[in-house]
């Protein structure tokens, strides 16, 4: 061994001893100061209660030393016991005096906790780590060596695996060797590891036996192991787990998807019959993860067409295993492990089946086998409606999803599909509420059914389902829907008259009443909503959340607040990739709408019942649920009547401007930008006199936007002074007030409402935006009246230039008199940056740039300017501070 390794070895042992001592000094010493204080705490306790008992016992003298009578108050503490602190253990045992000896000495749990972890428990299984490792090590060097061929090395390793399991089985049988469970059971775990190891390596790395044995054998060694893990506990169950998956990656052979699956489930279903026996559930979880990832991986690795069978097998089998497993467990809750084994498990099949439909191209047996899944979770939450009333939701929602994602599909095919499984899942939830405990559950999942199938089978069908049913010559496409959605509201209208509904008792006939009137108003409202026309949609829903929001101010179901919620998410997902695009494009011009006369109308109508009442009927919502509770939903619902009728504005506006010149597009964007400053107005003072948050933040966000488009579009990228924009040919009056003078208006009465709303950070941005708007406003008349409707042509006069000095002045003594009589500070920093722009623009450029007259009187000008607000500010800026000050 060379002088390097050796002091890299020093090296080595120095650095982890380095590591542990410490640990080990500081449990020691931790210890060693419990000990004391407790017998300092006893010490106390004595000279409180006396030594007469103590004085009058025999052993007591050569603990506590002759105290003299008459200190009677003067206890000595036990020197001895102190010096021989580090020596407690022994003291518990040989000290005599009573009250002493009544409490052991009080070890701190934390070092206590800390020495076991690494001298009790660490320790063994690193040791078992480490047998298993001598086994690779010297199978390694021997390989190295050349010293024993292939099959005497398998079979040494075998051996050595055979004798760690025997080791394991005689530390098990004399139960006086310390710690001797986890001994044994770490002896196991090492015996057990390197018998997969030497298997792997004869048949995958020698080739010493063929694939089918080498399988057979690890498959052999599971067993074994969940067998030996009843008497050695979970770990070796968990070492049993982790070998018995990863044999078939072990063993490269070719893949065989009922060999395989077979497998697993043999491996799965053992598993999960220890966790039964042993109530080890939290071992059943890893397992069925385990057992779902295997089917991923083979899905990925590539379906063959006549796998679809084995899979859907092994998913039914897996759900058929923990439902059998968990039945009957005492103690079983809704959030215990049993309980999320079962929601992993049925879940999990339910998910899988429907990726393997969809990997499998939506074949005929994928279909039938997840429509078998489909049923036998309606048969559990029947049989069991408290532990599996998840089933068929989940069951119906994954249906949802795989004819969601089923592209390319035949018409007449995904007609027969939503068919079936929407009849299965209406009908049963309506048939098993009349049979069931439960029978909210089952109604709402009827209902819930109706609305998801028939909205999926109009996405896919519309057209088509005339032609499908053979009435295309009777009725139309909308007619058809139409009728289908008054038969639906017919058969849910009459449910709630049903014998089963009116004979239970008052509040659960009112909610079942109250599921099926939301579904029949639901299904008429989208009946008259297509039978008018196709966009008329979103107006049926708004409608159905108002009258639900009405409902329940009538009855006292908390139910209905739920199903508003869920039918104003329906609503946000319908509307939402609309109101995104119209908000995008609000950063945008708003020009380009061709069409007739007719069409904007018809356009206009269209906005009304799309955007427009549905904002109204939300606001209205709103308002009926707020008597009921003040929650977030009810912001939710203020919040999107805000911004359902901003989009409607924009689009309005867009409306009205169709078919015009793209000059009038300057004018179209300072009417939106007007629009939504109104709208964040309103809003911001709705929110300050009835205390409204959301109605606030609908204001904030509003106002937000105008503020981004004057930013990018009048100030920068279509600012008219540089962009070609058609401002107007008169003075004054002209386009610049809506981009500009107007908007300055509206911000100044923005801030004032921030103002007052306690928003003061707020409150000083708008008024720098005010000032800034007020000053392009200003400069930008003075372009237009030299040169007329477009901003971005023409020479650069000295009258024009002598003009800008003198209109800046004039909006600065503006702001500097109206600052000085509202006593705001701000108004008057205003007007100086502007007399200092003014300043710098004459010394710096007029200076230069005018010639003759023009110059002169544009330094006279500004120093007379100069000298009368100088003369302003000592009269009366300064004064009033002076007498601020003295007041």
């Known amino acids: 061994m060379s002088t390097w390794m050796i002091g890299g070895i020093f090296l080595l042992f120095a650095f982890v001893t380095s590591l542990i001592l410490p640990w080990i000094n500081r449990s020691a010493i931790g210890e060693l100061r419990g000990r004391v204080a407790w017998l300092q705490d006893e010490i106390n306790r004595l000279k409180k209660e006396g030594i007469k008992t103590a004085a009058q016992s025999p052993t007591a003298a050569h603990f506590v030393p002759p105290i003299a009578e008459e200190r009677p108050e003067t206890i000595a503490p036990p ?148 067998l030996l893990s009843l008497s050695y506990g979970a770990p070796i169950a968990a070492l049993g787990l982790i070998g018995g998956f990863a044999t078939p990656m072990l063993i490269h052979g070719n893949p065989n998807a009922p060999l395989l699956f077979g497998y697993l489930y043999l491996v799965f279903g053992s598993l999960i019959a220890v966790a039964r026996r ?35 097998l092994f998913l039914l089998g897996i759900s058929a295993a923990v439902v059998a497993m968990t039945r009957g467990i005492p103690g079983d809750d809704a959030f215990g492990p049993p309980a999320w084994l079962r929601y ?33 979770a309606i048969a559990l939450a029947w049989f069991d409606n408290r532990t599996y009333s998840f089933a068929p939701w989940l069951a119906m929602g994954t249906n949802a999803v795989m004819l969601l994602t089923w592209d390319y599909a035949d018409p007449a095919a995904f007609a027969v599909a939503v068919g079936i499984f929407g009849f299965t899942f209406i009908a049963s939830g309506h048939l098993l509420a009349a049979r069931s405990k439960n029978a909210v559950s089952w109604a709402s999942l009827s209902a819930a059914s109706a609305f998801v199938y028939y909205l999926l089978a109009y996405s896919r069908l519309n057209a088509a389902l005339p032609s499908l049913i053979g009435m295309r010559d009777w009725l139309s496409s909308d007619q058809l829907w139409a009728v289908l959605a008054f038969v639906l509201a017919a058969f849910f209208t009459t449910a709630t008259m049903e014998s089963f509904v009116t004979q239970l008792n008052m509040q659960l006939r009112h909610r079942l009443q109250t599921i099926f009137t939301v579904a029949a108003s639901g299904f008429l409202s989208l009946g008259l909503a297509i039978l008018l026309h196709q966009e ?90 707020r008597a009921e509770r003040d929650d977030e939903f009810v912001a939710v619902l ?65 106002g937000g936007l105008a503020m981004a488009r004057i930013a990018g579009f009048d100030l920068l990228f279509h600012n008219p ?66 040169h007329g409707a477009y901003l971005d042509r023409g020479m650069v006069s000295n009258a024009e230039v002598y003009t800008y000095s003198a209109a800046w002045l004039a909006l600065g ?67 009033i501070k002076k007498q601020k000050s003295i007041s």
Not at 848 to 857: A, C, D, I, M, Q
Request: contains cysteine; charged residues 10%; hydrophobic residues 55%.
């Open 79 to 226: 020197l001895v016991v102190l010096q021989d602190a580090a020596r407690a253990d022994d003291f518990a045992a040989e000290q005599a005096v009573p009250g002493l000896h009544t409490a052991p000495v009080a070890i701190p749990a934390q070092n206590k906790t800390l020495e076991q972890q690494f001298g009790g428990q660490a320790f063994v299984w690193m040791g078992g780590v480490a047998l298993a490792l001598a086994g690779f090590f010297l199978v390694k060097y021997s390989i190295e060596s050349g010293l024993l061929t292939e099959k005497v090395r398998v079979v040494l390793g075998l051996l050595f695996g055979f004798v760690l399991l025997g080791g394991s089985h005689i530390v098990r049988q004399h139960p006086r060797i310390a710690d001797g469970t986890r001994i044994s059971q770490a002896l196991a775990g090492a015996g057990i590891a390197d018998l997969y190891g030497c298997l792997f390596a004869a048949t995958t790395l020698y080739h010493l036996i063929p694939s089918w044995f080498g399988f057979a054998c690890m498959t052999a060694v599971t067993g074994m192991t969940l």
């Open 278 to 312: 042993q109530d080890w559930w939290w071992l059943s979880i890893p397992a069925t993860l385990v057992a779902f990832l295997w089917v991923i991986v083979w899905l990925f690795s590539g379906l063959a067409a006549a796998d679809g069978i084995w899979l859907a």
């Open 344 to 376: 992993i498990a049925i879940g999990g099949s339910l998910l899988l089946m429907g990726t393997v439909t969809y990997t499998a191209h939506f074949g005929p047996f994928e279909w039938d086998m997840f429509g078998l899944l489909s049923v036998a």
């Open 536 to 625: 008329y949609l979103a107006f049926a829903i708004a409608a159905q959340i108002l009258t639900i929001s009405w409902i329940n101010t009538k009855v006292d179901i908390p139910a209905l607040r739920s199903i508003a919620q869920v039918l104003t998410a329906l609503f946000v997902l319908l509307l939402l990739p609309e109101v995104l695009t119209l908000l995008t494009s609000s950063l945008d011009d708003v020009s380009g709408y061709g069409g007739s006369r007719l069409s904007k109308l018809h356009t206009v109508s269209s906005l009304l019942f799309q955007f427009g009442w549905p904002s109204v009927m939300f606001a209205g919502a709103s308002w009926l649920l």
């Open 638 to 702: 203020e919040l999107a009547a805000i911004i359902l009728f901003g989009a409607m504005s924009y689009d309005l506006i867009g409306t009205l401007f169709e078919n015009r010149s793209y000059q009038s597009a300057f004018i179209a964007r300072g009417i939106f930008t007007n629009v939504l400053l109104f709208l964040s107005l309103a809003a911001l003072r709705a929110s300050r006199q009835y205390s409204r948050p959301a109605v606030e933040w609908g204001g904030l966000v509003l």
């Open 721 to 786: 002074l540089w962009s070609r924009q058609m401002v107007g040919e008169l003075p004054l009056l002209n386009g610049l007030i809506l981009a500009y003078g107007l908007p300055t208006l509206s911000i100044v009465l923005i801030k004032n409402e921030l103002s007052l709303m306690g928003r003061t950070e707020l409150a000083r941005i708008g008024k720098i935006i005010a000032f800034v708007l007020a000053f392009v406003f200003v400069s930008l008349n003075v372009r237009q009246f030299y």
């Open 813 to 879: 003594a503006a702001l500097l008199f109206a600052g000085t009589v509202r006593q705001d500070g701000a108004m008057r920093v205003a007007s100086l940056v502007i007399m200092l722009l003014t300043v710098g623009k004459v010394f710096l450029y007029d200076a230069s740039e005018l010639t003759g007259l023009w110059r002169v009187f544009s330094f006279f000008g500004l120093g007379i300017s100069l000298l009368v607000l100088s003369w302003f500010y000592s009269r009366f800026v300064f004064n």
